[in-house]
């Protein structure tokens, strides 16, 4: 007769429920009254709006332990399936052959009365996952890119780049840990209790969203971000031509800079994905999380995703030089070990996509070598001239008509006048001479920003905004 394992207790029966709760609405194909996003972004521009999103949760007061709120006649009354689980810190190590931590679902539930039946708890989760699943449908029938889920606030979408709220009532903080409940399994929750923050991918509602949960002001908020199934094309994400040319290279360095939202990674993911159709490669991905999922095409796509499986970003790095990849991405370069090691990694033969929080291609280059303390800033420059093949530095503008964004891009190519200027340490005449390296495929911002206004695509003033030499594009337009 085989022995129990003490630190591995039977799951009782209100674990299991909710457990297939969450599998039934977290990993299930699109339910009825949801959306399918695997049609081009363009297949439902006309579709009209849907039915406002359910009324939001019944306010739950933050207060352990709370007696029930009276219920509102014609109400059904909510329990809180999280009361204190996601903002209680980590739990003491069990001593040496004690039991071990109670599943996530046990922890996060209250405790039940003697004789009560847990159909009660069930119900309010089945009840939470739909409001959820309301939010997320309505935010991507508006083409939202981002969601945000704080208490105190509805929930509120960002649509080409302004916030709308998706419902009159505000969250409360009880609201936004039941629907962080919803998403997290045992290993996030841990991270999440240990680091009071934690990102992550997931499936709901028919589409796929990259997650922030973090705390503030002491609860639980929410950031989203919808990723859509399909990978957008460089046509449709309105890129210049000249960045096509890039998935033609097969050594070197190409970073994609801009602030947070400003379409870096779908640049990237649909340059990886023209690869993907078109040569007989092996590519690797290395993200935190995995946005964009690479279908099957000439090429052989690994993708890797940071927490899951790999630890940190330049462990994965290393490991990769070691399994024959001819083009890496990397989700973004983020400390010195993981810059050290992409510029290795391109400057060895190997083509490496990356991104970083920059204004400008001078700006670039200039984080790049500043990392690295003093006395290696030399070799660095000189590494960096080598290997690097191309920036790009794009930011998304409201169009005219203010029913889209478009991109307007800075590209330095890397020429032999560019390499000198790194080289020799002149990065303020980088500028310059971008502006004078049209015929190369180069172009500054303001000249994009231009070409933008001359053809009525956005708005003379809205340019002007987005841009820190307004002499320059003034000059250009005039």
Known sequence: MPVPDSNNPPEDELSRLVRELNASVGRAGPAE???????????DRDAPDPPPARPLLPTIPNTPPPP??????????LAEPTSAALEAPPADPPARGGAAAPPLERRGSLPLPAGESE?????????????????????VRLKASDILLVAGFPPTARVH?????????????????SLALLLLDEVRFKEFQRDRAVDFAFERAGGRFRCDLHHQRGSVALALRWLPRVIPSLEELNLPATIRRFTLLSRGLVLFAGPTGCGKSSSLAALVEVINRSRRC???????????????????VEQIEVGRDALTFPRALRHCLRQDPDVILLGELRDLETIATALTAAETGHLVFSTLHTGDAAQTVDR????FPEHQQNQIRQQLAMSLAAVVAQTLIPTADGLARVPACEILIATDAIRNLIRTGKNHQIYPTIAMGRKDGMMTMEESLADLVRTGRIAREEATLHTTRTDEL?????
């Open 33 to 43: 009254g949801t959306i399918s996003t695997d049609a081009p972004a363009s297949a």
């Open 68 to 77: 029930a709120p009276a219920t509102p006649p014609g109400q059904k009354a």
């Open 119 to 139: 159909a009660p708890i069930v119900e309010s989760l089945r009840h939470v996952s739909e409001k959820l699943d309301g939010i997320l449908v309505r935010a």
């Open 161 to 177: 780049g302004s916030l709308e709220p998706l419902a009159d009532d505000a969250l409360t903080p009880a609201d936004t840990r």
């Open 282 to 300: 092996h590519i690797v991905t290395i993200e935190d999380p995995i946005e964009y999922r690479h279908r099957p095409g000439r090429s052989l």
């Open 368 to 371: 790049i070598i500043d990392v």
């Open 474 to 478: 003034l000059k250009l337009l005039d």
